[in-house]
């Protein structure tokens, strides 16, 4: 799979955004402040097209991916779980899900 970029790995890149999500964390998870905290930052890999790959492998018979989703993958994470588990059920879909086959590459 090739993706065309990725964010930095081991070095938390956005330490402002990081902390402002760690207090509104608290704000609604109180009893989660007496836990130490540590920010990571973590690699954000995309697709070559900037769509997500989300399917069945063809060269395997049970290997599923959904990745590729870049910055956007909790923005984007319900309806890929969605989509990821309807092709994994044999159910249809209300759109087309070939555009997000991991195999179009």
């Given at each position: 799979?090739?993706?065309r970029?990725?964010?930095?790995?081991?070095?938390?890149?956005?330490?402002?955004?990081?902390?402002?999500?760690?207090?509104?964390?608290?704000?609604?998870?109180?009893?989660?402040?007496?836990?130490?905290?540590?920010?990571?930052?973590?690699?954000r890999?995309?697709?070559?097209?900037?769509?997500p790959?989300?399917?069945?492998?063809?060269?395997?018979?049970?290997?599923?991916?959904?990745?590729?989703?870049?910055?956007?993958?909790?923005?984007?994470?319900?309806?890929?779980?969605?989509?990821?588990?309807?092709?994994?059920n044999?159910?249809?879909?209300?759109?087309?899900?070939?555009?997000?086959?991991?195999?179009?590459?």
């Amino acid at each position: 799979v090739l993706f065309r970029s990725k964010k930095d790995i081991g070095i938390l890149s956005e330490p402002l955004r990081a902390e402002y999500l760690y207090k509104q964390t608290i704000h609604w998870l109180p009893h989660l402040s007496s836990y130490e905290k540590v920010f990571h930052s973590c690699s954000r890999p995309v697709s070559a097209d900037d769509v997500p790959l989300i399917g069945r492998c063809n060269n395997f018979d049970n290997l599923f991916v959904n990745c590729g989703h870049g910055s956007k993958g909790w923005t984007l994470a319900f309806g890929s779980a969605r989509i990821l588990s309807d092709v994994i059920n044999q159910r249809n879909n209300a759109i087309d899900v070939q555009v997000y086959s991991p195999n179009r590459f």
